[in-house]
T-cell receptor, first 113, second 109 residues
Framework: GAGVSQTPSNKVTEKGKYVELRCDPI?????LYWYRQSLGQGPEFLIY????????DSGLPNDRFFAVRPEGSVSTLKIQRTERGDSAVYLC???????????FGQGTRLTVV | KNEVEQSPQNLTAQEGEFITINCSYS?????LHWLQQHPGGGIVSLFM???GKKKHGRLIATINIQEKHSSLHITASHPRDSAVYIC???????????FGKGTHLIIQP
C-alpha cells in the first residue's frame, strides 16, 4: 500500500480480554517496528522484526505481549489478559532495511476499561 | 536519566519567530531522526541524519556527533507548525529507535 496501515484505529476492551492489533507495512519493507506511546510521553520500543523473525523483542513489557509476522509482511501485536495500564497508542513503523527512514502508521488507540 | 533528552518540553511562540528545539543523547548512535507528531497520533519523519546539516523548506536540522547534540530549527514559523517534535536515535549496533519525550510547540497567530 501507499503507507503503513494500522487497524483498528481505536479499540476499547474490558480488563482481562484478549486483543489483536494489526499492522500492514509498506510493500517491500523488511523492517517492522512496534512502539507504545502513553499520554504525554514519547513512544517506547516494543519489538523489531527483520523479515519474519523478531530480531529484538527486548521492549515487550511482559509475557502477556506477543507479536508475529508470519509471512514477513503484515504483523499482529497480541495482548492477553489486558490491564488498564496497557491503555496507550500502539504505533507501527516500517523501513526498507532497518537502517533507512522509518514510516509510521496512524496508530491504534487502545483503551482498557 | 533518559538516553535522549529534549528541550524545551513546551514552547509557545508567535507566528514568524525563529524556533530552535534541542536534542542531546548519551549513547553512541548511527543515526538521528527528527519526527513530527500532530494531534491524533500520526508521526511523520522530517529528517534522518548522521552528520552535518539538512534543510527542507523552512526546516533545518543539524547534528554534532562529538557533542552528542542535534537541533531542529524552524524559520518563519506558522500556526500549522504547531505539533509535537520528537528526536529519536538509532543506537550504534542496534535497530529500532530510542525516542525523546518530545517538544510540544504552539505557534500563535
Amino acid at each position: 500500500g501507499a503507507g503503513v496501515s494500522q487497524t483498528p484505529s481505536n479499540k476499547v476492551t474490558e480488563k482481562g480480554k484478549y486483543v489483536e492489533l494489526r499492522c500492514d507495512p509498506i510493500s517491500g519493507h523488511t523492517a517492522l517496528y512496534w512502539y507504545r506511546q502513553s499520554l504525554g510521553q514519547g513512544p517506547e520500543f516494543l519489538i523489531y522484526f527483520q523479515g519474519t523473525g523478531a530480531a529484538d523483542d527486548s521492549g515487550l513489557p511482559n509475557d502477556r505481549f506477543f507479536a508475529v509476522r508470519p509471512e514477513g509482511s503484515v504483523s499482529t501485536l497480541k495482548i492477553q489478559r489486558t490491564e488498564r495500564g496497557d491503555s496507550a497508542v500502539y504505533l507501527c513503523a516500517s523501513s526498507l532495511t532497518g537502517k533507512t527512514e522509518a514510516f509510521f502508521g496512524q496508530g491504534t488507540r487502545l483503551t482498557v476499561v | 536519566k533518559n538516553e535522549v533528552e529534549q528541550s524545551p518540553q513546551n514552547l509557545t511562540a508567535q507566528e514568524g519567530e525563529f524556533i530552535t528545539i534541542n536534542c542531546s543523547y548519551s549513547v553512541g548512535i548511527s543515526a538521528l531522526h527528527w519526527l513530527q507528531q500532530h494531534p491524533g497520533g500520526g508521526i511523520v519523519s522530517l529528517f534522518m541524519l548522521s552528520s552535518g546539516k539538512k534543510k527542507h523548506g523552512r526546516l533545518i536540522a543539524t547534528i554534532n556527533i562529538q557533542e552528542k547534540h542535534s537541533s531542529l530549527h524552524i524559520t518563519a514559523s506558522h500556526p500549522r507548525d504547531s505539533a509535537v517534535y520528537i528526536c529519536a536515535v538509532v543506537r550504534g549496533g542496534a535497530d529500532g529507535l530510542t525516542f525523546g519525550k518530545g517538544t510540544h510547540l504552539i505557534i500563535q497567530p
